[in-house]
């Protein structure tokens, strides 16, 4: 994975609650074992018609929004399935973090363990961003993971929460396992200490 420490990108806003991973990446395209071409299928039921030509009212067929690495959604993102592969479809696209007022457990520890930033905000503060981009779509906001901060071009910060450990893990680019056999010295140190090896 990417280490994840700060991104200074444009965004994306999808105005839709409880977008299940289903309407993320559709099941057609799971037959996939590696994330090459995932963000392909990304959103396919919304993005393309059903002559297969994009429908230019989706977000990600508007060129305003072109190169977006934030996406901002609706409550309850990324409900249904544990599909692994809404998150890379999302990475693969281009999207390094989703700001949203809630995720669905499972994609919110899917995506944290596949370098995918999941930022919760409050309601108000999301629909803010949203009605924000919307107008402006070339604004640039700015992610910390460090202090866990948003900031807004006029300086305006928001805070979310992460897991210590998960942070870690972004911040150096490591999943569960890159994380153990980082350890691999502490762990060697503490067999021979307690006579393992």
């Known amino acids: 994975m990417n280490p994840f420490i700060t991104l200074t990108a444009t965004a994306l806003p999808l105005r839709a609650e409880n977008v299940d991973t289903d309407q993320i990446i559709p099941a057609r395209f799971l037959t996939a074992t590696t994330r090459a071409g995932m963000g392909d299928g990304l959103f396919a039921a919304w993005r393309y018609g059903p002559d297969g030509q994009p429908n230019p009212d989706f977000p990600l067929n508007q060129p305003q929004y072109e190169g977006a690495q934030i996406l901002i959604a609706g409550r309850n993102f990324g409900s249904g399935s544990s599909r692994e592969h809404a998150v890379w479809a999302l990475t693969e696209y281009g999207f390094r973090a989703v700001i949203t007022p809630g995720f669905a457990d499972i994609f919110y520890n899917n995506a944290l363990k596949n370098g995918l930033l999941p930022i919760t905000l409050p309601e108000a503060t999301v629909n803010m961003l949203l009605n924000l981009v919307e107008e402006q779509p070339d604004v640039r906001f700015h992610i910390d993971l460090p202090t866990q901060t ?48």
């Open 150 to 197: 948003v900031t807004l071009p006029d300086g305006q910060k928001s805070h979310f929460d992460i897991d210590p450990y998960r942070k870690q893990c972004l911040l150096q680019g490591l999943d569960d396992l890159g994380y153990l056999l980082a350890q691999e010295e502490a762990i060697l140190t503490y067999e021979r200490a307690h006579g393992k090896e």
